[in-house]
């Protein structure tokens, strides 16, 4: 699963883009070029999510993009942390620490946005979730 965002970048009187978000509505910022803009746009995405992670806020699902929209994804780490939130459901952490024979700890830090989960733990943890671990480079 592919975790992308729409945004719209809107060129301004001041001739400097206004970019926001069309599902996150703190999410915005400026920049003076489009390719400025995504990155702006990718930044604070990832700063706004791992926000609403820690604390325990919800996350809505990325709508469509519109036609004059643009696509942003957060980082890694925290694809990563949505990622396995999603794919947990309903199990408790303590139900997946099980499942992975592994700690109340480690499977916190799963979905932590502070923190790079290795391969290794990411994979345990799609099994336990009855998943496969899927990467891609883009």
């Not at 809107?10 to 400026?30: M, P, Y």
Request: with cysteine; net charge negative.
């Amino acid at each position: 699963m592919i975790i992308a965002y729409p945004y719209i970048a809107e060129l301004g009187e001041d001739n400097r883009f206004f970019v926001h978000f069309i599902d996150i509505e703190e999410a915005f910022t400026q920049a003076d070029t489009l390719e400025e803009a995504a990155f702006n746009a990718t930044e604070v995405l990832s700063g706004i999510l791992a926000c609403r992670l820690d604390d325990n806020e919800a996350i809505p699902e990325p709508s469509e993009c519109p036609k004059n929209g643009y696509l942003a994804s957060p980082s890694p780490k925290i694809q990563a942390a949505l990622l396995l939130k999603k794919a947990r459901g309903n199990k408790s952490l303590t139900e997946l620490a099980n499942a992975m024979n592994t700690t109340w700890a480690a499977a916190q830090r799963l979905e932590n946005p502070q923190h790079w989960t290795s391969l290794k733990q990411l994979d345990k943890a799609a099994k336990a979730l009855g998943k496969r671990l899927i990467l891609t480079l883009e």
